[in-house]
């Protein structure tokens, strides 16, 4: 009976798979499938199609226009449409009616909440009272404010020349811009128009055409359907150049040439992804490279990633990031987490997945030194958080999804997966991955739905070797199961020696074989140092590896955590620098942290964030004043 209560998740937001003879008998959802972050009353109507018509308004900040939203009701009685928006202005509301004429409805906002906006409520005429399908169309703007988008200065981009708008949706944020039902419990496909200024370009997470006139109007279509957190839009001074056959990369054109060379092998992990993973069900993939307030790594929205221009290291050493979001069009994307509680369902699966990819395309130390570096910041984040949230499926009703996605559903998720891996052998598992993603292509399941196909294809179809319980113990308990695979890597043994060596004054700086290491290998270095360095080792070891000038992200985030723990003071204005540089929240954040965290350096923190916070998008701004609080 629990699995066809929970089938039924799926099923029922599936959308486009299932026809109407195909809906079973309506069973009371599983209360874990709830999610607590939508006011939408997807249990009676759900839609299945959106269609935008936007001005790009650069002036106002705003995006206008209007949303069609093409409704399927599923509760014969229910007489009001509930759709999520934040600030959102409404002009209007009117549902079409058969003949094709519109009639206005009343609408009306419901009790705003600070985390998840505003319900708009719509009520449905007397005329639709038994109409299977609804087409309502909404007239809006969006406010300056809104929490999805990014309005740029031309000061803030590559060319600083022309303005830029990029949008970030996940977790709940597409509500900013477009009145829709923002849980990914449910998924649309979407056509778009989109109208900017003439001498910009528009792409969206659809179907980009490489070759499209740059005429300021632009139109999209997304026939696969996707969750809302996937909706996305940049417009600025883009231009696109190739990888591969189905792969390219948008950016400015001042970023182009680096970024081609930084992401040549895309094509190639898109390749061994679908021989991998199974067939790539999207079309083009393309990356845009964003301007540096872009608040994340990457974001995973389908046919074209958004990537943070700090992986532009030079030497592709960072490219994990892209095999990162290119998994995440199998997990993620292709299978989609019901609820944001269910996060690991998305993380932990593309970080795993995002690891066998490093491995086939590049080497298995490779993915062994991403691995270790993951496990220790895994086990460095499970001092500090919560018991109550170190499940991978932990109870969540409350607070803010963007808060809720640490380290614990990617990393420990990531070594789930790799636990059964190594229990059940790499063959059986990778038929097991393709069968995965094959059975809920298209759908969005809980950790429920995941843990019952798990028992039914792995662990009762091989008895004896991992038990339910066993199982139940990741999703459910905190910390990690003693049989949990730990990460090992003879080069970065080998860097660690060295730190130890050199920090006893057994060897001298220039027997360091720094040059050899990958950035992975410099990281676990510098993490592996003693605690009690002198200012004179410190400067020593600066000047000999050239830290604090480092044009690696990653390596600079490392080292710069260590100056401000160690208050070393010498390394404070590259570390001021640095903080400048990029938004992206994971590599300002803990730089922020530390300082505040040193004992002394509270008020500085808060100065440099001051000085800092005009580039940084809103998403980190609140995140760091989070800590400097
Ligand atoms: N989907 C996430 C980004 C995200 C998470 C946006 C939560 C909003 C809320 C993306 O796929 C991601 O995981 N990005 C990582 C990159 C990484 C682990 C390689 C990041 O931004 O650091
Ligand atoms: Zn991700």
């Not at 199609?49 to 226009?65: C, N, P, S, W, Y």
């Not at 179809?461 to 910390?479: D, F, K, N």
């Not at 060295?498 to 220039?510: K, L, N, P, Y």
Request: one cysteine or more; a negative charge.
């Amino acid at each position: 009976m629990q699995r066809f209560t929970l089938m039924f998740v799926v099923i029922a937001t599936m959308g486009v798979a299932c026809t109407q003879s195909e809906v079973p008998a309506p069973v009371t959802p599983d209360p874990r499938s709830h999610d607590f972050f939508s006011f939408a009353n997807t249990d009676e109507f759900v839609n299945e199609h959106l269609q935008l018509d936007l001005r790009v308004d650069f002036e106002a900040e705003e995006l206008q226009g209007s949303a069609t939203l093409r409704l399927r009701r599923t509760a014969s009685n229910a007489t009001e449409v509930v759709l999520d928006t934040r600030e959102l202005t409404i002009e209007d509301a009117r549902f079409e009616l058969p003949g094709g004429e519109s009639v206005t409805a009343t609408h009306r906002f419901g009790e705003s909440q600070a985390i998840l906006g505003t319900p708009l409520i719509i009520a449905v005429p007397d005329e639709l009272q038994a109409a299977e399908e609804l087409l309502l169309t909404i007239e809006y703007r969006t406010s300056p404010g809104a929490t999805a988008l990014q309005w740029l200065p031309p000061e803030l981009t590559a060319g600083g020349e022309h303005p830029f708008l990029f949008s970030q949706s996940q977790a709940i944020h597409a509500r900013s811009w477009v009145p829709l039902q923002d849980t990914p419990a449910v998924r649309i496909t979407y056509d778009a128009n989109i109208h900017t200024p003439p001498q910009l370009m528009a792409i969206m997470s659809a179907n980009n055409d490489p070759d499209t006139e740059r005429d300021g109007d632009y139109e999209f279509e997304m026939p696969q359907p996707i969750p809302p957190y996937l909706l996305a839009l940049a417009v600025g001074n883009i231009y696109v150049a190739p990888i591969g056959d189905e792969t390219g990369v948008y950016t400015e054109p001042e970023l182009l040439e680096a970024s081609a060379y930084e992401f040549a092998d895309t094509q190639d992990m898109l390749d061994k992804a679908a021989a991998m993973f199974g067939p790539y069900q999207w079309g083009r993939y393309d990356l845009l490279i964003l301007p540096p307030s872009f608040p994340y790594g990457g974001m995973e929205n389908p046919r074209l990633s958004f990537i943070t221009p700090s992986v532009l290291a030079g030497d592709r050493s960072l490219v994990s990031i892209i095999a990162h979001e290119l998994a995440h069009s199998w997990s993620g994307n292709l299978v989609t987490n019901a609820t944001w509680r269910d996060g690991w369902l998305n993380e932990g699966w593309t970080s795993y997945l995002e690891h066998r990819l490093m491995e086939v395309i590049y080497s298995e130390e490779r993915a062994a030194e991403l691995a270790v570096v993951d496990y220790r910041e895994l086990l460095l984040d499970l001092e500090v958080v919560p018991l109550e949230q170190q499940a991978l499926a932990p109870p969540f009703e409350s607070g803010d999804p963007d808060d809720f996605q640490g380290i614990v559903p990617y990393h420990k998720g990531n070594l789930f997966l790799k636990y059964l891996e190594k229990s059940f052998g790499r063959d059986v598992f990778d038929e097991f991955i393709a069968d995965y993603f094959g059975e809920f292509e298209f759908g969005t399941i809980t950790s429920e739905v995941f843990l019952d196909y798990l028992d039914e294809k792995l662990l009762s179809a091989h008895p004896g070797i991992v038990s339910r319980s066993q199982a139940e113990h990741w999703l459910y308990q905190p910390g990690l199961p003693d049989t949990a695979p730990i990460p090992v890597s003879t080069s970065l043994d080998a860097a660690a020696d060295f730190a130890w060596q050199w920090s006893q004054g057994e060897i001298d700086i220039a027997d360091v074989p720094a040059a050899d290491w990958s950035p992975q290998g410099m990281i676990h270095f510098i993490n592996s140092l003693d605690a009690d360095l002198s200012e004179e080792q410190l400067v020593e070891l600066d000047t000999a590896l050239g830290l604090s000038n480092t044009h690696n992200a990653e390596i600079g985030r490392t080292w710069f955590i260590q100056v401000a723990k160690r208050q070393f003071r010498p390394g404070y204005g590259k570390l001021d620098e640095y903080v400048n540089r990029y938004g992206r929240t994971r590599l300002v954040k803990p730089l922020y942290q530390a300082l505040v965290e040193n004992g002394v350096d509270a008020t500085l923190a808060r100065e440099m964030f001051e000085r800092a916070r005009g580039l940084y998008h809103p998403v980190t701004v609140t995140s760091v004043e989070l800590i400097l609080e």
